[in-house]
């Protein structure tokens, strides 16, 4: 793993082996990988809510392959969804991406206990699953036994005898909108307003652009694979385009083995 960006004095500097900088060709640990992606602290008025997303995309702007985001992947892609999961409080899915990619609860990590308990936060992140129509199966791992209780974010006109199943095998429904879709910026409000600051979307890309629609993505982890797919698979954000694009900046850029592990903040000014 090599540090591109931020451009440091260790980052230009010729390594042995021909790398660059003092990161070249060392496997980073799973502390430096936290600091390097922790969230903000809080400011004045305390805690505010923090969105990031985590996303791969190959080359010529692929999503997914096979329907599944895994085969894009790569080792060291794996350990930063990881750690982006340990750092956050809750992670917030789609319920399309729940059914595809076999969902299930976020696991406590022995290598970010004591960074987790300093936080304040739960052993495990809470997954958040978003659903209009609260088709999912209610009997899997995810909702019957997870560590943190799953939540389950849906609009005010939810099918009542869905979000009674949905609350009978344990998971905690929270409405996010007035009809039967839920609004981003009333989600992200209400999972603030029940503690969780460190918020972390995984997909799918409807969501994401529903999200981005919305005006409330505060930063975008990006993986870059140096791969072709070719196809008609999704881009890693869809829906509707926006009036104007939304500017976002470079903050860091890492790479290993040709792959780009970036992450955009929002221009604040662009909004």
């Known amino acids: 793993m090599r540090r591109l960006f931020p451009v440091t004095d260790e980052t230009a500097a010729p390594a042995p082996g021909g790398g660059s900088g003092e990161d070249a060709g060392r496997e980073w640990s799973l502390a430096e990988l936290a600091a390097a992606y922790a969230y903000p602290g809080p400011g004045p008025g305390g805690p505010a809510p923090w969105l990031r997303a985590n996303m791969v995309s190959t080359l010529d702007g692929a999503a997914q ?22 750092l956050a ?43 209009a129509s609260l088709d999912l199966d209610f009997s899997l791992p995810l909702f019957t036994s997870p560590l ?33 879709g839920v609004d ?10 029940a503690g969780h600051t460190r918020l972390l979307t995984e997909g799918g890309p409807r969501l994401l652009g529903q999200m ?5 993505l505060d930063e ?9 797919t070719a196809g008609e698979a999704q ?30 903040g929002r221009v604040r000014e662009a909004y």
């Open 89 to 131: 409080d809750v992670v917030i899915v789609g319920a399309e991406t729940v059914r595809k990619e076999g969902y299930r609860p976020a696991r406590a990590r022995e290598d970010f206990a004591a960074m987790r308990e300093a936080a304040g936060q739960r052993p495990a992140p809470a997954i958040a699953v978003v659903t």
């Open 184 to 193: 981003p910026a009333r989600a992200v409000r209400a999972l603030a307003d």
């Open 235 to 264: 881009r890693i954000a869809g829906g509707p385009a926006v009036t104007v694009p939304h500017r976002f900046g470079l903050v860091s850029m890492l790479e290993e083995d040709g792959f780009l592990f970036t992450r955009y």
């Open 65 to 86: 392959h096979d329907g599944r985001s895994q085969p894009i992947s790569s080792a060291t892609d794996m350990r930063i969804f990881g750690t982006l999961r340990a």
């Open 220 to 228: 975008l982890c990006l993986t870059v694979s140096p791969m072709l």
């Open 212 to 216: 981005v629609a919305a005006g409330v």
């Open 148 to 180: 943190v209780p799953t939540l389950v974010l849906t609009g005010a006109a939810a099918a009542p005898d869905r979000i009674a199943t949905a609350e009978k095998a344990g998971a905690r429904v929270v409405t996010a909108g007035d009809g039967i």
